[in-house]
């Protein structure tokens, strides 16, 4: 038999050289945003762990500087803010309040690293005493339309405050659309929405809602989250969000919805961002802890399918450790 009557591909895996030579995707540290927890609290060193996500942090204003400067130091670009208020009411009158938690984040990040890319996460859940996104009527069911305005406000104090970028990740309908008409009247029309435009009703989201402290108190997401089973839909609420103005198409969670990575890239030019989400690195740390799986190769086999998936874009809370490996 000749050689060359069947492939070799072996011969292109040989050494570290030639691998790196034809390696076709490649994790750059300008892909990376990491999510952060900012807490409203009179305690300036505030900096409580968050059980289920080992390694994570509630952080108050002073606390999220000084690991945000540390992260910056080694080559993080972008973040994405959560706040938690320290009063919930009906109406998550905190998520659009000038001097809300989130607000002053973005003020003293920006203040602090002029260069840091400030992205928001534009939602009421973590500000409404219920825990949803959105108001809610008597009887449980949240409103849509009466909701946007206050996404708009949200989004108009967070961009006031600062904000490079707004994401609202509440999946109301319309609220894109609400949200760039907002911007571009108050003098906006510059500042870019990531949209998350495919979000999925996930059981990998449980971890954060410890976290952002926005379990919903009945009831669940599902009347605006998408169903985990739909993909085609999955293109009409990325068509819709961009129709809407949006100039970032976001999937979440990542792993489990890599196909609907792949096929936003294949029918969108846009960046594509996805969210690796909370159950995602949870899942990773407590496997890790037990010493079942190296946490470090698996992270990076993980960022590096969310780019051969086809996303520009990477929202990981192990965005802070990437960044070490890339250094090394
Ligand atoms: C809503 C929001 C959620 C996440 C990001 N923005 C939670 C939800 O929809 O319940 C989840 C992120 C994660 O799990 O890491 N404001």
């Known amino acids: 038999m000749l050689d060359s009557d069947f492939y070799r591909g072996r011969r292109l895996r040989r050494s570290p050289g030639i691998r790196a030579l034809v390696r076709e995707n490649e994790i750059r540290p300008a892909d990376l945003v990491m999510p952060y927890f900012v807490v409203e609290t009179d305690d300036s060193g ?6 289920s996500m080992p390694g994570q942090f509630q952080l108050s204003l002073q606390e999220l500087e000084k690991q945000v400067g540390a992260a910056v130091k080694n080559g993080l670009q972008a973040v994405l803010l959560f706040g938690i208020p320290k009063e919930k009411d009906e109406l998550g009158s905190q998520a659009y309040a ?6 002053e984040a973005v003020r003293r990040l920006k203040q602090a690293f002029p260069e840091l890319v400030v992205i928001t996460d534009v939602c009421l859940c973590e500000y409404t005493s219920h ?13 849509n339309d009466p909701t946007l305005d206050l ?14 970028m707004v994401a609202p990740s509440d999946m109301m309908d319309g609220r894109v659309l609400a949200i760039r008409e907002t911007l571009d009247e108050n003098g906006f029309s510059g500042v870019p929405i990531m949209s998350y435009a495919v979000k999925y009703a996930s ?6 809602r410890e976290a952002a402290e926005s379990t919903p108190k009945f009831g669940d997401r599902k009347t605006h989250q998408m169903d985990p089973a739909n993909s085609r839909e999955a293109l009409r609420e990325a068509e819709a969000d961009l129709a809407e103005g949006a100039d970032i ?15 936003l890239r294949d029918g969108f030019d846009t960046p594509i961002a996805v969210y690796n989400v909370s159950g995602e690195y949870s899942m990773v740390k407590a496997a ?23 996303a520009d874009i990477i ?7 990437v960044l070490k490996w890339l250094n090394k």
């Open 46 to 51: 505030f900096r409580k762990p968050i059980g």
């Open 98 to 103: 000038d001097e809300g938690i989130v607000q």
């Open 131 to 143: 825990g949803h996104c959105g108001i809610v009527q008597k009887g449980g069911e949240i409103l």
């Open 151 to 164: 996404l708009a406000r949200s989004a108009l104090s967070h961009v006031r405050a600062g904000a490079d």
């Open 203 to 208: 059981a990998f989201y449980g971890p954060f």
């Open 249 to 263: 198409l976001m999937v979440k969670p990542g792993l489990p919805y890599l196909d609907i990575v792949r096929q």
């Open 288 to 310: 890790a802890a037990n010493g079942w799986v190296d946490e470090e190769r698996m992270v990076m086999e993980m960022m590096t399918s969310f780019k051969r998936a086809g």
């Open 315 to 321: 929202l990981t809370y192990f965005a802070e450790d």
